[in-house]
């Protein structure tokens, strides 16, 4: 039976926007000087964002975020774009099942340009913005992904989602749901993240699930 969902606001990944994430570790460094910063930020038709800490709002109309002052040129960053945004359930707590004080953080997500949200939702329906997103990512990098992991691992509460995962010669791409550090604490990303690869260059066995969500969990949590 789908585990329902109290929200979930997206705005569908495009090929144009994961091409652009892969690039930004090879663009030229930016730096930490402030005013080089909003300047590239001007250039690229970026804008500051509050709805993830220190963020950015692409010019594709998702939210990133990075390890670094700025996201422009840096190989050893980690880097996260967030196209949706989903507000779980946890079935086995009554408090959270009819629970909704979120929901103005949500109308948040949903008032960014053209992001959408739908309410009630179900974990299918965030399964179907994952899979149009790798379907994405697939294209621009030509690949389909190496591994994939249905798992609540990195969520807390809420419906297990799957991962996925691709590797470029120098970065992991990571695909799925992630516990949102702040400023809410309960609600749950979903996002395509890039980290370094030599932060764990081998994959796992493909029957090791444990093993694999530890991988994961080393390229996407801060």
């Not at 990303?189 to 991988?215: G, K, M, N, T, V």
Request: net charge negative; proline share 9%.
């Amino acid at each position: 039976m789908p585990i329902p969902v109290h929200a979930l606001a997206h705005r569908p990944l495009t090929p144009e926007a994961v091409a652009e994430l892969v690039a930004l570790p090879f663009e030229a460094p930016v730096g930490e000087d402030h005013d080089a910063v909003e300047e590239e930020l001007r250039r690229r038709g970026w804008d500051r964002e509050d709805l993830v800490c220190e963020s950015f709002r692409t010019g594709h109309g998702h939210v990133l975020c990075s390890e670094d002052y700025s996201p422009f040129g840096e190989l050893e960053a980690r880097t996260f774009l967030v196209f949706g945004q989903m507000y779980p359930v946890d079935p086995d707590d009554e408090k959270m099942v009819n629970g909704t004080w979120l929901n103005g953080y949500m109308e948040g997500w949903e008032r960014v340009p053209g992001w959408s949200g739908l309410r009630p939702a179900t974990d299918q329906d965030c399964e179907s913005v994952l899979k149009q997103a790798a379907e994405a990512v697939t294209e621009v990098l030509g690949s389909a992904p190496e591994r994939t992991l249905v798992s609540a691992h990195t969520v807390g509460p809420g419906p297990a989602l799957t991962h996925r995962v691709w590797r470029t010669p120098t970065h992991a791409l990571v695909l799925g749901p992630s516990a949102d550090e702040g400023p809410y604490g309960y609600l749950t990303h979903l996002q395509l993240s890039s980290s370094p690869l030599s932060r764990a260059p081998a994959l796992p066995p493909a029957d090791d699930e444990q093993a694999l969500a530890d991988w994961i969990t080393a390229h996407i949590d801060w």
